[in-house]
């Protein structure tokens, strides 16, 4: 893989080096290109070279060959259809082949601030997700995102009027919104294929704890590494199915276990702190009473006297 990475600031600049036409507005477009028209731009940009922009980047497209780099990790392309990717990320390609029309929505940050559209995409976590965590669509699926593309492409085409901009972001806000629903059915779908989060999770804890010496608490990234999925995919696929987010799990996890150290042994609750990974003791025992209710030490001689 080439060394370098390009990173392109503004979107006119990405789409000329990609040889498209530079964008009618300079911090939004949508576009849609025909298989013939993607064999036959030409790019200045050599295959390999991590890209990275200071935009939003969304494509509606179906990868039949090729090979796809995700910041340090490589994925063989699967059927995938619909790719995100956040500003600040970087994506490297090898040799991709796709079938039919392609649809891409740039978006530039500048363009949404102020707008409520800036609270759905905290929302849309895909947009951090991996590549190979890419939305599996139906035909009737891809056809509902293929026509808000359309309607985009024809708004950004026309003159821009007073009313373009609400019309635009009226669009990607319900573009975003299906995207949204289609990710959540995805994960309800695939919970079988996919086993159990949670206990996957667990185990991936217990392992954690099993070492020597824990000098830290676990990290969500490490967890999520272990089990080869982006920290947002985790959390996201743990709210489907357990109704708490990856941290919330985390924790539940810690309390649960230092539940057991303290009825297991004698142990003073600075020591456990320690042996669970915490720097500081007075946090453990912040987090453990406003999960449980009382106090380490409380919880302790509530269950010796009851024992």
């Not at 947009?127 to 359309?150: V, W």
């Not at 079988?192 to 185990?203: N, P, Q, V």
């Not at 000098?215 to 590494?225: F, K």
Request: net charge neutral; aromatic share 10%; glycine share 6%.
């Amino acid at each position: 893989m080439a060394g370098n990475t390009k990173f392109y600031e503004h979107i006119g600049d990405y789409l000329s080096a990609i040889g498209v036409d530079a964008p009618a507005h300079p911090l939004v477009a949508s576009l849609k290109l025909k298989e013939k028209e993607i064999a036959e731009r030409s790019s200045n940009v050599e295959p390999g070279t991590m890209l990275s922009g200071g935009f939003y980047f969304l494509s509606l497209k179906q990868i039949v060959e090729g090979q796809v780099h995700y910041g340090q990790t490589h994925y063989d392309c699967q059927t995938g259809t619909l790719y995100a990717i956040a500003p600040e990320q970087r994506v490297a390609t090898f040799d991709i082949k796709t079938r039919g029309d392609v649809r891409i929505l740039l978006l530039h940050p500048d363009y949404i601030r102020g707008h409520a559209i800036e609270s759905l995409l905290r929302e849309c976590g895909f947009f951090h997700y991996q590549i190979n965590e890419a939305l599996h669509l139906s035909i009737s699926e891809k056809q509902t995102l293929a026509n808000i593309f359309d309607a985009l492409t024809a708004e950004l085409s026309g003159p821009y009027e007073p009313s373009s901009r609400d019309i635009i972001l009226s669009n990607i806000t319900t573009l975003l919104h299906y995207c949204l629903r289609f990710y959540r059915r995805q994960f309800l779908q695939r919970r079988e294929i996919f086993s159990d989060w949670y206990g996957r999770l667990i185990k991936e804890l217990d392992r954690y704890y099993a070492r020597e010496a824990c000098h830290q608490l676990p990290e969500l990234q490490e967890m999520s590494d272990a089990l080869n999925v982006s920290s947002r995919y985790l959390s996201d696929a743990l709210k489907a199915q357990m109704g708490l987010s990856a941290k919330a799990c985390m924790q539940q996890y810690i309390i649960d276990k230092s539940k057991s150290m303290l009825l297991a042994n004698m142990q003073s609750v600075n020591e456990i702190a320690y042996a669970l990974g915490f720097d500081s003791p007075n946090y453990f025992s912040r987090l453990f009473k406003s999960k449980v209710g009382v106090s380490p030490n409380q919880y302790r001689k509530q269950r010796a006297e009851k024992h």
